[in-house]
């Protein structure tokens, strides 16, 4: 079946670091990969995303590529800030006709210190 | 633009009741998607309503049920519920087409008592 998984938190970096979080997934043919912000009390927010295989997704310094290899999505930062603490979710989408189907990983808490 | 509303923020009902979400989508958009997220994990798809009708559904029972208006807007039914029911409901509205985003709204926490 089509799958997500990601790296467990809560992850606890200094303002600054580097920042990797990794989604690995399972799917049947060509999904869309996405990675998606929820800061606390609000909903889901997208951050950025790939349709196709060897895609970059980026937006605000964040940046993931799609590999089809080793089934993988990890998000990256070179540079956190505190602003950043929120959980992340990877998510697919099975049809790009259909985005609003999409099947997500568990989350992974980020928490910047200054 | 209000982007996606939903209502109530929050609410709490006792194990056996039945409840009703609301969301009103995204000016212009025409498909909704509710999801379900427990504490501590990711949001799972419960159904997708477009043109009026439910298109897809995940692996929920029956007593998830819905509705889609003909201004897009929809609700999401519960009955006989229990303590498991217990999540942040979300709402995703999306405009049909090739690679377009879903924008989700802030939820509706629901607590089964």
């Known amino acids: 079946g089509n799958s997500v998984t990601q790296m467990e938190g809560p992850v606890t970096l200094s303002e600054e670091a580097f920042l990797t979080i990794n989604c690995t997934y399972t799917a049947t043919g060509y999904p869309s990969l996405f990675w998606y912000v929820q800061y606390p009390g609000e909903g889901l927010q997208l951050l950025l995303k790939?349709?196709?295989?060897?895609d970059k997704g980026s937006n605000k310094g964040f940046e993931a590529t799609y590999r089809k290899e080793t089934t993988s999505f990890h998000l990256e930062k070179g540079s956190v800030q505190v602003s950043d603490s929120a959980v992340y979710f990877c998510?697919?989408?099975?049809?790009?006709?259909?985005?609003?189907?999409?099947?997500f990983g568990q989350g992974t808490t980020l928490q910047v210190k200054p | 633009d209000a982007g996606v509303t939903q209502s109530p923020t929050h609410l709490i009902k006792t194990r056996g009741q039945q409840v009703t979400l609301r969301c009103s989508p995204k000016?212009?958009?025409?498909?909704v998607s509710w999801y379900q997220q427990a504490l501590g994990q990711g949001p799972q798809f419960i159904f997708q309503y477009y043109e009026e009708e439910e298109r897809q559904r995940g692996n929920f029972p029956d007593r998830f049920s819905g509705h889609q208006f003909p201004n897009y807007s929809s609700e999401l039914n519960v009955n006989a519920l229990l303590l498991g029911d217990s999540a942040l409901y979300l709402c995703a509205s999306i405009l049909t087409g090739r690679n377009t985003e879903a924008f989700f709204g802030q939820g509706t926490r629901l607590t089964v008592v």
């Open positions: 998510a697919l989408g099975i049809s790009s006709s259909n985005t609003g189907k999409l099947i």
């Open positions: 790939a349709t196709k295989a060897d």
């Open positions: 000016s212009g958009h025409d498909t």
